[in-house]
């Protein structure tokens, strides 16, 4: 393990920068668009429509902004967990198995509430996720192996820490 | 490692199997959506048919059949993990590249959306290009960050796996 890091260590400092920025960008630019949102009056509407809009932001922000930057920001910490042998792990990394399977449950979660949110409660129909059989197919099945990718990324994280912690006090 | 396998085994083998029939699921809608959604009417618009052309051969490259080859991979590897007389699939030798190549195609998709609007439309959603990659390249970079990361772990991963199994 320690030849691997001693090897790789410019292009895992790099990464791991790269990745700082990139997280701390994804969470600056949710807090923005909700800034900017509400200061445009886009939270003001009070019809049926209004508030799918106001859900559809806050899912995607949540998706596809929060929780991702997260995620970044945990495998920041666990690249420089591996290259700095004084670094101890950080908040995010600590709890990153639950932070992925958060993600991994709001990636299917998602489009099936969405899914009964547009057809049950505004009524609306779209001729390509129209029928549910389309739907699963379209947009659910792609949701579900993400986040099962996202699953096996929380059981190799969990396996992986003890092993860096043991190549660390290895002389 | 032994010793997580071993506590892990039944866990291990039913997200091995449950991977592998998303994944041959999602190959076999990679053929069915070029099919289905062209008679569902969503492509049949003529003023735009090289766009949706486009858009269709995006969901089915970058939403199923490379999301796809990412899963077998990894079931082969989980599966490499639990049983000791596996050897190593195709896909699980060209781990590293397979997720490389959807990393790459992750930061190319919006680009090409972006171009493909503009020719189609003349306007791709935003004001400028700025507004447009911050508002829809940004995840897709972060995802293939996360996609590259993986990539080098599995590097990585795949002699600790392979030593653990030659130790008595």
Same mark, same amino acid.
């Given at each position: 393990?320690?030849?691997?890091?001693?090897?790789n260590?410019?292009?895992l400092?790099?990464?791991?920068?790269?990745?700082?920025?990139?997280?701390?960008?994804?969470l600056i630019?949710?807090?923005?668009?909700?800034?900017?949102?509400?200061?445009?009056?886009?939270?003001?509407?009070?019809?049926?429509?209004?508030?799918?809009?106001?859900?559809?932001?806050?899912?995607?922000?949540?998706l596809r902004?929060?929780?991702?930057?997260l995620?970044l920001l945990?495998l920041?910490?666990?690249?420089?967990?591996?290259?700095?042998?004084?670094?101890?792990?950080?908040?995010?990394?600590?709890?990153?198995?639950?932070v992925?399977?958060?993600?991994?449950?709001?990636?299917?979660?998602?489009?099936?509430?969405?899914?009964?949110?547009?057809?049950?409660?505004?009524?609306?129909?779209?001729?390509?996720?129209?029928s549910?059989?389309?739907?699963l197919?379209?947009i659910?099945?792609p949701?579900?192996?993400?986040?099962?990718?996202?699953?096996?990324?929380?059981?190799i994280?969990?396996?992986?820490?003890?092993v860096?912690?043991?190549?660390?006090?290895l002389? | 490692?032994?010793?997580?396998?071993?506590?892990?085994m039944?866990l291990? #083998? $039913?997200?091995?199997?449950?991977?592998?029939?998303? /994944?041959?699921? !999602?190959l076999? +809608?990679?053929i =069915?959506?070029? *099919?289905v959604?062209?008679?569902s009417?969503?492509?049949?618009?003529?003023e735009?048919?090289?766009?949706w052309i486009y858009?269709?051969?995006?969901?089915?490259?970058l939403?199923?059949?490379?999301?796809a080859i990412?899963?077998?991979?990894?079931a082969?590897?989980v #599966? $490499?993990?639990?049983?000791g007389?596996?050897?190593? /699939?195709?896909? !699980?030798?060209h +781990?590293?590249? =397979?997720?490389? *190549?959807?990393?790459?195609a992750?930061?190319?998709?919006?680009?090409?959306?972006f171009?493909?609007?503009?020719?189609?439309y003349?306007?791709?959603?935003?004001?400028?290009?700025?507004?447009?990659?911050?508002?829809?390249?940004?995840?897709?970079?972060?995802?293939?960050?996360?996609?590259?990361?993986m990539?080098?772990?599995?590097?990585r991963?795949?002699?600790?796996?392979?030593e653990?199994?030659?130790?008595?």
């Amino acid at each position: 393990m320690n030849e691997f890091i001693e090897k790789n260590k410019s292009l895992l400092r790099s990464y791991c920068l790269i990745t700082r920025i990139i997280g701390w960008l994804l969470l600056i630019v949710a807090l923005v668009a909700v800034v900017v949102r509400s200061l445009s009056g886009f939270f003001d509407a009070d019809d049926q429509l209004g508030f799918y809009m106001t859900y559809r932001l806050f899912q995607d922000l949540a998706l596809r902004y929060v929780l991702l930057g997260l995620v970044l920001l945990g495998l920041a910490q666990f690249v420089r967990y591996l290259y700095e042998s004084e670094y101890q792990l950080g908040l995010i990394l600590r709890h990153g198995d639950k932070v992925l399977y958060l993600y991994a449950l709001a990636l299917v979660v998602n489009p099936v509430l969405d899914y009964f949110y547009r057809m049950k409660i505004l009524g609306m129909t779209y001729t390509n996720t129209g029928s549910l059989f389309l739907y699963l197919l379209i947009i659910l099945l792609p949701a579900t192996a993400r986040a099962l990718i996202f699953l096996g990324m929380a059981r190799i994280l969990k396996r992986m820490v003890p092993v860096v912690e043991e190549s660390k006090t290895l002389v | 490692m032994n010793e997580f396998i071993e506590k892990n085994m039944t866990l291990l #083998r $039913y997200y091995s199997i449950i991977t592998r029939i998303i /994944g041959w699921m !999602l190959l076999i +809608g990679a053929i =069915v959506v070029p *099919i289905v959604q062209p008679l569902s009417g969503l492509s049949a618009s003529s003023e735009h048919r090289s766009f949706w052309i486009y858009l269709l051969c995006e969901q089915v490259i970058l939403g199923y059949v490379l999301i796809a080859i990412v899963l077998l991979g990894l079931a082969q590897f989980v #599966r $490499y993990l639990y049983e000791g007389e596996y050897r190593p /699939g195709l896909i !699980l030798r060209h +781990g590293g590249k =397979v997720l490389y *190549i959807y990393a790459i195609a992750l930061i190319a998709s919006p680009f090409l959306t972006f171009y493909f609007r503009m020719r189609e439309y003349g306007y791709a959603g935003t004001a400028n290009l700025f507004e447009y990659l911050l508002g829809v390249n940004l995840p897709d970079i972060a995802k293939a960050l996360i996609f590259i990361g993986m990539a080098r772990v599995l590097k990585r991963m795949m002699p600790m796996v392979e030593e653990t199994k030659t130790l008595v």
